[in-house]
């Protein structure tokens, strides 16, 4: 595929899966800044659903243009392993970066429409540590959380497509992954193992935000690369 439809795809995607997962978390769960009384609230479980959803429904559609990484570190961990050239690496961050500020974008647009509903507040489904930490978790055991839940979602990845594993099930081993992922770490980070979907919220809420970002592109990269050599090693025929 052309790299400009290659990259479109991958715009497209990163839009929807934070749309799709950190809109759910902004305007249907039972987080800070939400009504704990709301009926329709989905809390941690839908959130966690909602992110797997959006993976596997992507990975289904666009998985035959651009790979559907849809997230910088699995871009990253995915050339660690020896299935992504470094060349395409800036462009492919650079799209998914902007398509996860368009799906932020779009949330704050639909949320804003209710009266009273105040961002910083909420939170926005932005990732944090110490005290914006969802349940009061440091530094280390953010830092710890984000490498090592990065580290495995690559390891499903990188399993899951290689040319000797089951024909057809990634998106689902994927998608399922992911899930497992944010009902593990919601509670402390908000689950990012994704720099875009931080960034995106990140830039949102400003301040303690934007502070605490460097975390969520560190950790994340540094488990997916290690994951990806690792890997490499592990089942060497991969090409």
């Known amino acids: ?11 497209v995607g990163t839009l929807w899966l934070v749309l799709g997962g ?13 009504d704990p009384t709301n009926p329709l609230g989905i809390a941690l479980v839908g ?8 993976v596997l429904t992507m990975a ?21 392993g020896g299935r992504f050239p470094a060349a395409d ?13 368009a799906g932020a ?21 932005a990732n944090g540590f110490g005290e914006h930490s969802p349940g009061g ?41 992911l899930t497992l992922i944010h009902l593990i770490s919601i509670p402390v980070t908000n689950t990012s193992v994704n720099p875009a979907r931080s960034t995106s919220q990140a830039i949102f809420v400003g301040g303690w935000a934007l502070q605490q970002l460097w975390l969520f592109w560190v950790a994340p990269i540094i488990g997916a690369a290690v994951a990806g050599f690792f890997y490499r090693w592990l089942a060497p025929n991969n090409d």
């Open 137 to 177: 978790y440091g530094m280390n055991a953010a830092l710890i959380c984000e490498i090592v839940m990065t580290f495995m979602f690559l390891v499903v990845i990188l399993g899951s497509t290689h040319k000797n594993a089951p024909a057809g099930f990634a998106p689902i081993a994927i998608g399922l992954c």
């Open 60 to 80: 289904f559609a666009i998985g035959h243009i651009s790979g559907c990484h849809l997230n910088p570190a699995v871009s990253v961990g995915l050339w660690a």
């Open 1 to 11: 595929m052309p790299l400009a439809n290659r990259l479109a795809a991958e715009f």
């Open 105 to 125: 974008a779009i949330i704050y647009l639909i949320a804003t429409g209710k009266p009273g509903f105040d961002l910083v507040a909420s939170g926005f489904a």
């Open 22 to 34: 950190c809109g759910s978390a902004v305007l249907a769960a039972m987080f800070p800044g939400n």
């Open 47 to 54: 959130v966690s659903l909602a992110f797997g959803l959006t």
């Open 89 to 101: 690496l800036g462009p492919y961050i650079v799209a998914q970066v902007l398509g996860g500020l």
